[in-house]
């Protein structure tokens, strides 16, 4: 059975991280990987990860805590075109929440994340792993919740 994990983007693996991408019409749903691992430069307590399956990476997320509200926030994820369908997105959703827990250790309650409402995809995933939307954001994007 193939084993699913998440590793740190480092110097090892961050060119692997940018050749990743999403369909065509998913495209604009979501920034660059190079783009987010430039952005995590200039964010403190935030992450990023390659999504592996053994010790091909297949994917990509970004995650930490959001200076404006305090809580958890998945600032993308993404599972390469060749990945999509297969579950995958869930699996890395649970491995995620699973990372969290495990330093949470300032009982922060909530996960949130932001999506685009027309990408269907993000939106069954993030459902199937157990958050719950909540509202529209100012910026546009559907608000989802996970609770710790």
């Not at 390659?50 to 997320?61: H, P, W």
């Not at 305090?70 to 699996?91: A, C, E, F, P, T």
């Not at 300032?106 to 909540?134: Q, R, V």
């Amino acid at each position: 059975m193939k084993k699913t994990s998440l590793k740190s983007i480092d110097k090892s693996n961050w060119e692997e991280a940018i050749q990743l991408s999403v369909k065509e019409d998913q495209q604009s749903f979501i920034a660059s990987n190079l783009y987010s691992i430039a952005e995590v430069q200039f964010l403190d307590n935030f992450y990023t990860k390659g999504i592996y399956i053994d010790t091909k990476m297949i994917g990509f997320t970004m995650y930490g805590i959001d200076p404006d509200d305090h809580n958890y926030w998945i600032y993308r994820l993404m599972v390469d075109k060749d990945y999509q369908s297969k579950g995958i997105g869930v699996q890395a959703i649970h491995l995620i929440i699973e990372e969290i827990r495990g330093s949470n250790d300032t009982n922060i309650p909530l996960i949130m994340i932001g999506y685009n409402p027309e990408n269907l995809s993000a939106k069954f995933a993030y459902k199937k792993a157990g958050f719950i939307e909540t509202q529209l954001s100012s910026w546009g994007e559907q608000l989802a919740k996970y609770t710790l």
